[in-house]
């Protein structure tokens, strides 16, 4: 019978199955709204004011709940030196100072940092005046692409921060004890931040040269 001209289908007329599910759940969402029915208009996201010192000056922002610190930076401050990688806080580009201590910017709201002192690498050093970490950074050719670098200064400088307060890391095999100042450690508290150039040799050769210690016959700068 299908292959009698009287009961083929001309082709205009053909439609696939998934052609009738769609159609058919079309029709159904049509039939169930009236046609003068308007669609309301999107309630505006809620906003909070914050204010907090970045780089030494108090900024005041007031922001949609859910922007993130390092969005809050880049976008409405313009400190674009702190880097979206992964936005999932796997890549450590977006790393600054909070109080004095190394966080993920893309992990953390803006809004919960009302009050706090705040650190991007742009308020480390400056082109004329490096800090001593990007100085040594750019003596020991640690960075390649440059992308991860800005998260890497800001946790190089965090990290000697942290040995010097005795804060005990996963490489210590007694977290009582004070952790040594050794390249091991330092390599352990660095491997948060990625970098896919694979300058890691030359980052811990710049961080023992802040810290005036001697890492695979590289010597400390006096």
Do not use: W
């Not at 208009?41 to 709940?65: S, Y």
């Not at 750019?138 to 890497?152: L, S």
């Not at 330092?186 to 990625?194: C, F, L």
């Amino acid at each position: 019978m299908a292959d009698d001209p009287q009961f083929q289908i001309s082709p205009q007329f053909q439609i696939s199955r998934r052609g009738v599910v769609v159609g058919g759940a079309a029709a159904a969402a049509a039939a169930g709204v009236p046609v003068d029915a308007q669609v309301p208009a999107a309630a505006p996201p809620p906003t909070m004011p914050v204010a907090f010192r970045i780089n030494g000056r108090r900024q005041e922002l007031v922001l949609d709940t859910r922007t993130t610190l390092l969005d809050a930076l880049r976008e409405h401050l313009r400190l674009t030196g702190s880097k979206k990688g992964c936005d999932h806080g796997q890549c450590g580009a977006c790393t600054v100072l909070v109080n004095g201590q190394r966080i993920n910017s893309c992990l953390t709201l803006a809004v919960m940092h009302e009050g706090d002192e705040i650190t991007t690498v742009e308020g480390l050093g400056t082109p004329d005046k490096l800090h001593p970490m990007q100085a040594a950074f750019v003596r020991h050719d640690g960075y390649q692409c440059g992308y991860c670098t800005p998260g890497q200064v800001c946790s190089a400088v965090a990290v000697l921060d942290e040995i010097k307060a005795g804060i005990p890391s996963h490489a210590q095999a007694d977290v009582a004890a004070r952790p040594a100042l050794s390249a091991t450690e330092m390599r352990e508290r660095m491997s948060g931040n990625i970098c896919r150039c694979g300058a890691y040799s030359n980052i811990i050769d710049a961080m023992a040269d802040v810290a005036g210690i001697k890492v695979a016959g590289v010597e400390a700068k006096a």
